[in-house]
């Protein structure tokens, strides 16, 4: 479901939603019309990932959107989108702050949402929050997460796998209050055992950094063909400072790849080895920032959707793109199939079967939906 966000002259309110094949097949479309799934408050520059919530003694899958911009105020509510269009989005969450440019993901077994830093109002953010959703009717529980190696935002925090998590990349503050791009990574362990309000046993690791500093990128985690001991951590595209001919600085937009090998040795959920540096990856077709992107479950593709391709001229895609390794050779695909409009810094979920809360077409081919969420710069 791709909702709301920016096509460089307004903000949109319409949903498109993929059918996610479990072969190496096409994307296909679920519903023909972007208007007869949900329509979504205008907003911009959330934060969000699929989280499990109880529901009927059933954990099911549901993606909820936290933060972002709405009317032109930093927002702090949390929402859960639904395939269903007579639902309006339920808000089942507040923040301990509004957050924009934040980055999150889902921990503890996917029932809770880690969100870290972003922008609020004027505040560069180091601050986490761990939001736990209790079910559909009862208040959820924010508490205070573990502070980010420094306060940053338009970052990348992906899952390596059920225990660790990584960091990379965004815009952060140095000591002179300036804006700086990050070219550092960093890993922490022990993300299944996050108890909120306290810091006991997590850490911060300085992992190798990547050869370019970039913010607003494309972010995932990808496994190595059918190996479950072996992953890439995936940082495509994005923003980085350009010197011109004049020794003036510029932001451009990338096409360049960079990939970090992870090695499981005692099976997927033990215990992690980072590879010494980033290496090149295949580089995208075009230069890109800001694109939507998601990967199912096992973590087999990740898929790329939108964003940002030139800013003089601004020029934004609707192409889809996919990204597979195998025998430690990573390629990128085209889908056929494209964005019916131009969006811009969005997010993606991808859910499986039991994530759709009606009775669709899409729900009785039982494959997983994706859905993107879309929104501006900030």
Known sequence: MLTTGWNGNADLGDTETFVVPSQDQQLTRCQPQPFQTQYMYPLTSGTG????????????????????????????????????????PRQIAVMRQPRVGAAS???LNGTTLWVTGGMSVSILLDSTELIKVQSLTDNSISEEGIPLPGPMQQHCLEIINRKTAI???????????SE????????????????GGTTAGHSWSQEATMSTARFSHICGVIRMG?????????AAGGEAVSIGP?????????NNVELLQVDFPGG????????????????????????????????????VAGGVMYRQPFIMSKDIFSLRCSDSVCSWSIEDRTLLFERSNGLAFILPPNGIPDESDCKSKQLSIIYFHSEPFV
């Not at 993606?63 to 709405?70: E, P, S």
């Not at 990379?168 to 002179?176: M, P, Q, V």
């Not at 215990?271 to 090149?280: E, F, L, P």
């Not at 800001?290 to 479950?297: E, I, Q, R």
């Open 268 to 303: 997927p959920d033990g215990s992690v080895i980072v590879s010494g540096a980033w290496q090149a990856g295949p580089n995208l077709t075009i230069t890109l920032s800001g694109a939507a992107s998601a990967t199912p479950g096992d973590q087999s593709v990740l898929y």
């Open 105 to 107: 993901v889902a921990v």
């Open 246 to 254: 004049w020794g003036y600085e510029s932001i451009a937009t990338l």
């Open 180 to 195: 700086a791009i990050i070219q550092s990574a960093w890993t922490i362990e022990n993300i299944d055992t996050m108890i």
């Open 226 to 234: 059918n190996s479950q001991e072996r992953k890439f951590v995936v």
């Open 49 to 88: 990932d699929v989280i499990k919530i109880l529901v009927n003694d059933t954990y099911r899958s549901f993606a909820i959107v936290c933060g972002g911009f709405r009317l032109t105020l930093h927002q702090d509510a949390c929402y859960l989108l639904s395939t269903n269009s007579y639902d309006e």
């Open 167 to 177: 960091l990379y990349g965004g815009i952060t503050l140095t000591a002179s209050s």
